[in-house]
């Protein structure tokens, strides 16, 4: 017991050691500095520091405003953020250090892993002083170290070893209540950090029961108790978890299709190569050996020979008479239940077999989707496969030794733990190369931020909320608006050093009637902001960086007036009367344009009734309508929507293609759309896949998709759509500059397509 005590200490000592001097620069002063400037970093930074200065409770007052989000879902570290509250309410004032606390705490949430890991080396029989060594080599070496770049919550690399060791020691039958308690402990503490540890957890204890089952098919009379009390201990910490988020969500519209399931997974190449490596250079252009990030698990060189032995000594045993024998590589009695199951989740990181012809399975199994990054659970393998390569090398060794040859067995050992320190200190050095950014955005004091407010004799306190510009949001990967990251930055910056919450917000749970309502505010004046019902009547400061703006964000920035700006970003007061005016104003102009327009049945226009092309598809009955009684609905697949000739009394010049769009959540991808614009000979003139990602004429549920194109008479038009769940409703093809008004008594009339009356 002494030793293992002296030799845990040492790797532990090492370890502080080593990230003592890697992460020096980050603890040299109270502002610290960020380990990522980037969107989901400073996203991630402040989200913590806002809460713990401003907020307490579930609730994130400092995003989305008026509705806030809840910690869950916002990569707030929802159980620690409590905890380090309850430090600032009662021990020591501590609010204003968030970006220290958290860097501190991911460099030591590092450490915890070492003792987890000796333990578990320890438990295969493996020597003290090879089990400190590998604890610190795979350490350093882990995946989830490189998450220090902006994925925070997934750099706690303590958490699926201490999982695993728990497991260990339940299934070795000793004090089974003890370790079921700190299992169940364990999966909650991970849960409520963030949901994937749950899942990790759930995943690692379920692949164990599912080989236990397997090995056990012809005893199950006798291990059914045990089979179910894994079972249960599994689920609890998953259902715990989702059990209280659901009782204290207060939002029913969260995304359930996230983006990123059938992309962001792990494969062969993103287990078994480093991210850089001389191979990719040689042969990189030749054979495309790119992976996804999300799924990289890299084992190290040894780890990966070990595995290309495995398969081609398996590949020659299956064409060969000659067998070979195999049974050299099985792990363990102790291992193998733990090699099989990691083996097993490792083919869930590769989406497998969802993306092999099964993703019917996600409709049986639909929280599975909800795992935007499947790859992560790659990380689980990881451990797994690296203690059994540390594992067999040493019984190798061992083997070499007691057959009399030493120098084999030597140089093997030497050759394996020098690349795999050679591997880790490579993970180290990219893991931390650029992350040492000066901390200009979420300091400490407020101080020195605010004297551009007392400068220009405005108070923080005169405003509700912040708005940036150029605009930039997200709803459920549905709709996206990226322009304006440099903006969310520096609104973050004023955010939290004025404690006004943000309008916008980058959750990708976020509901999706909420997430509308703020895109929407950026819309044409002819919809009416539902939002602003929700506001008070205070103005909203408008921080504007020098990003391009689009023809609305310059009309809405006109609008406001300036107080303060330097080089890089503007400060101005917008008034929510700016909005209400706009609309009434389009409303006025609508009704005096209206009486004078030419009746066509009901269609009025002041242009030619010849140049004008509606379909409403009233013929097509569905319950889903944009306007009248009809849409355009498709399940999946392509459609042509609009296919005509443009006949000889067609005005020539400029027209506007507009239609509405319905946002199904089914899916998390937006139709396709194509239009295309060819001349008399056939010749294309113009052929644009349609913007329907960035929108912000919203209505309700539906986008306004609309195009600017040259027709002359001859042209062919054509407007094709593609994808699953497509519902499509009024067709509005008119000259630019002209009005067109359908009437729909008793329902939702259209002026230029745009909704108006009831």
């Not at 089974?176 to 957890?201: D, I, K, P, Q």
């Not at 007036?561 to 917008?574: A, C, D, G, H, P």
């Not at 700016?578 to 242009?607: G, R």
Request: charged share 20%.
């Amino acid at each position: 017991m002494k030793k293992n005590v002296s030799a845990l200490t040492s790797s532990l000592i090492v370890s502080a050691l080593i990230l003592f001097f890697l992460f020096k620069p980050a603890f040299q002063t109270p502002d610290s500095v960020l380990f990522s400037k980037h969107e989901d970093g400073l996203k991630n930074y402040f989200n913590f520091s806002y809460y713990l200065k401003y907020d307490g409770g579930i609730r994130h007052d400092g995003i989305n405003y008026p509705y806030g989000d809840h910690l869950q879902y916002i990569n707030s570290h929802p159980l620690y953020v409590q905890i380090v509250k309850f430090v600032d309410a009662k021990i020591y004032p501590v609010s204003s250090y968030g970006v220290f606390i958290l860097n501190l705490t991911m460099v030591i949430s590092l450490l915890l892993a070492i003792p987890f890991l000796f333990l578990i080396l320890r438990k295969f029989a493996l020597p003290r002083w090879y089990a400190a060594l590998m604890a610190v080599t795979l350490l350093f070496l882990s995946p989830q170290f490189l998450r220090i770049h902006g994925h925070f919550e997934m750099v706690y690399a303590f958490f699926i070893p201490m999982y695993w060791y728990f497991l260990i020691r339940w299934r070795e039958g000793k004090k089974r209540w003890l370790w079921s308690v700190l299992l169940v402990a364990g999966g909650l503490v991970g849960g409520f950090t963030s949901a994937y540890y749950a899942s990790f957890y759930a995943i690692l204890l379920l692949g164990v029961l599912f080989v236990e089952l397997w090995n056990q098919r012809k005893n199950l009379k006798n291990y059914w108790k045990t089979g179910l009390s894994l079972f249960i201990l599994a689920i609890f910490p998953l259902l715990v978890v989702k059990g209280v988020v659901s009782a204290t969500d207060w939002v029913s519209d969260r995304p359930n299709n996230p983006y990123g399931f059938d992309v962001y997974h792990a494969e062969f190449l993103s287990v078994f190569l480093p991210l850089v490596s001389p191979l990719k250079m040689l042969i990189g252009n030749v054979v495309d050996m790119d992976f996804e990030w999300e799924g990289r698990a890299y084992v190290g060189l040894p780890a990966t020979l070990l595995a290309v032995s495995v398969f081609i000594t398996a590949w020659f045993n299956l064409f060969s008479n000659k067998k070979v024998r195999f049974r050299m590589y099985r792990p363990s009695k102790q291992m193998e239940v733990y090699f099989y199951a990691a083996i097993l989740i490792l083919l869930f990181s590769m989406c497998i077999p969802f993306k092999y012809g099964f993703g019917f399975l996600l409709e049986i199994i639909p929280p599975v989707k909800q795992f935007r990054a499947l790859g992560r659970f790659a990380f689980i393998f990881y451990y797994v496969f690296t203690v059994y390569a540390a594992w067999f090398i040493y019984r190798l060794f061992r083997f070499l030794k007691q057959k009399k040859q030493p120098l084999p067995a030597t140089l093997i050992l030497i050759f394996a733990l020098s690349y795999w320190a050679i591997d880790a200190g490579t993970n180290t050095r990219l893991s931390t190369n650029g992350i040492f950014n000066t901390n200009d955005r979420l300091e400490v004091s407020n101080e020195k931020y605010l004297t551009r407010f007392k400068e220009a004799g405005v108070n923080p306190e005169e405003f509700q909320a912040i708005l940036f510009l150029p605009f930039s949001s997200t709803c459920g990967d549905k709709l996206l608006f990226e322009n304006g990251m440099e903006a969310f930055g520096y609104a973050m910056q004023c955010a939290h050093h004025t404690g006004l919450p943000l309008v916008q917000s980058f959750s990708p749970r976020l509901s999706f009637t909420q997430a509308l309502s703020s895109i929407q505010l950026l819309a044409n004046p002819a919809i009416q902001k539902t939002r602003l019902d929700d506001m008070n009547e205070k103005p909203l400061l408008l921080v504007s960086s020098n990003e391009k703006m689009n023809e609305q964000e310059r009309w809405l920035f006109s609008n406001a007036e300036v107080f303060w700006q330097n080089e890089e970003i503007t400060l101005s007061k917008i008034q929510l009367d700016v909005f209400h005016e706009s609309h009434e104003n389009w409303l006025k102009k609508t009704e005096s344009i209206i009486p004078n327009l030419n009746q066509h049945e009901t269609i009025y226009t002041d242009t030619e009734i010849s140049s004008v092309v509606y379909l409403n598809f009233d013929e097509q009955k569905e319950q889903l309508t944009f306007s009248g009684e009809g849409a355009f609905f498709m399940k999946r697949g392509k459609a042509e929507l609009l296919n005509q000739i443009i006949p000889h009394n067609f005005l020539p010049g400029e027209y506007e293609l507009s239609f509405w769009l319905y946002l199904d959540t089914r899916r998390y991808n937006m139709p396709r759309a194509i239009l295309t614009v060819t001349d008399g000979t056939g010749k294309t003139i113009h052929e644009k896949q349609l913007n329907t990602r960035s929108v912000n004429d919203v209505y309700q549920q539906w986008i306004r998709v609309s195009e600017t194109i040259e027709l002359q008479p001859e042209y062919q038009i054509s407007l094709n759509i593609r994808r699953h769940f497509v519902t499509v409703d009024d067709i509005l093809l008119k000259p630019l500059h002209s009005n067109v008004y359908i009437k729909k008594p008793g329902g939702l009339s259209l002026f230029n397509n745009f909704p108006i009356g009831e």
